[in-house]
């Protein structure tokens, strides 16, 4: 893992983990091992050339979000022995910090409305996305996860069941709008 444990309650805060999670990918992805499935589409269709860059970034956020936070207030809380509702606070905080990310990748990444018609594919992707729902469905997965803890089977295969949906929508935010 890059980055030591530094010691102390800062080393166990979800935004660590989060962060830790994603470089780990990255590291992963690098030395070239298997994606997780929620990533496979990035790797995929980097290339492809009806596919923005909007597209990517709200791609990203969503494996991010869908996949990484869901694991990561697990990690948290076995690091903290504490169960998920303490770590409500920080999951909010994390929750504000994507929603600055999120604004900025449409500022930054969106065409202009000059350029998008009403029923353009692209504005039609990108709104059927939402952050908020993503925060849902990785808060939901990490309670069910922390539940699911001591049997690792069935813990197991939520895990991938996980990744796969978010792969799912992935590979639809990737959708070739060209």
Known sequence: ?????????????LEVRLAERYLSAL???EAGGRPAACRRPLFQYRRHPGVRPVQF????????IAHDLALAVVDTCRT???????LEGEFERVGDLLAL????????LMPGPDLLRIADPLT?????????RARE???SAAQVLWRLREPPSPAQ??????????????????????
Do not use: K, N
């Open 137 to 139: 469905a990785a808060w």
């Open 27 to 29: 590291d992963e992805a």
């Open 80 to 86: 903290r022995d504490c169960e998920p509702a303490e």
């Open 124 to 132: 039609h992707l990108v709104s059927s996305w939402s952050l908020e």
């Open 57 to 64: 970034a709200l791609g990203g956020l969503h494996a991010h």
């Open 157 to 178: 295969e939520f895990r991938r069941q996980t990744d796969a949906g978010a792969g799912l929508v992935v590979r639809f935010l990737l959708t070739p709008c060209r």
């Open 1 to 13: 893992m890059r980055g030591g444990s530094g010691g102390g309650q800062g080393a166990t805060t």
């Open 101 to 108: 990310l999120e604004e900025r990748i449409h500022d930054e």
